[in-house]
């Protein structure tokens, strides 16, 4: 099994700074987009920011000029820089994968379980 962890969660006041870091483990051949979604309270889940394998980037308006999303293949990680936090920002963020685990199969989607940010004064 395809298993994601994520890390570096917490509570930052507002206009702080976290990094959140997914790294993938467990039969992999390969891994194509790793995405980053939010689900605020009462909110429904959104897409936060998506990069490709070969590093294309996409970004949700809301965050746009203060999130950078990234990966390092050789270490099956994706990262997620949150800058400039604001209260509106507050969520449980998954990170999500496309992966290929073996020759012949179709690549499959595999989710974190979620980290806690809270921007709070």
């Known amino acids: 099994q395809v298993q994601l962890v994520e890390s570096g969660g917490g509570l930052v006041q507002p206009g702080g700074s976290l990094r959140l870091s997914c790294a993938a483990s467990?039969?992999?051949?390969?891994?194509?987009?790793m995405d980053w979604y939010r689900q605020g309270p009462g909110k429904q889940r959104e897409l936060v920011a998506s990069i490709t394998n070969g590093g294309s980037t996409n970004y949700a308006d809301s965050v746009k000029g203060r999130f950078t999303i990234s990966r390092d293949n050789a270490k099956k990680t994706v990262y997620l820089e949150m800058d400039s936090l604001k209260p509106e920002d507050t969520a449980v963020y998954y990170c999500n994968a496309n992966v290929r685990t073996t020759l012949l199969s179709r690549g499959s989607v595999y989710w974190g379980q979620g980290t806690q940010v809270t921007v709070s004064s």
């Open positions: 467990g039969s992999i051949l390969s891994i194509s987009n």
